[in-house]
């Protein structure tokens, strides 16, 4: 199968559609996803370290759903109470004490659940 047989069957980057919006939203994803996974790793995969890892993929995967244009109006809706979620179980986790790089992830966090649900409000 060649590469370009491989891009008419539905496998590649769908990013013609993708607008400032979008890319605003995968700069948000990519950066809480990857530090997921660093913390993750950092603390040890069995334990908090997994569900910080396991939170990154799929920070990780919804971005690659939305590159290659699967199902994106489903994505935007699921990452909305996955990242409530995740910003919930910091909380719980961490309060009262509050690391610095804790907030900025979660103001991360916040931006993405807007630009998640503009993104929603504009596909329906």
Known sequence: ???????????????????????????????????????????????????????????????????????RRLVYLLGIPFTIGQIAAWYVVNAPSFSALGIADKIVQVALIAVLAVLYARAT
């Open 1 to 71: 199968m060649t590469a370009a047989s491989t891009s008419r069957s539905g496998i590649g980057l769908a990013t013609d559609s993708l607008t400032p919006l979008h890319w605003l939203g995968i700069v948000l994803a990519v950066a809480t996803g990857v530090l997921h996974l660093v913390l993750g790793v950092s603390l040890g995969l069995p334990g908090l370290g997994g569900s910080l890892f396991v939170a990154g993929v799929g920070y990780l995967g919804g971005t690659a759903a939305i590159l290659v244009g699967v199902r």
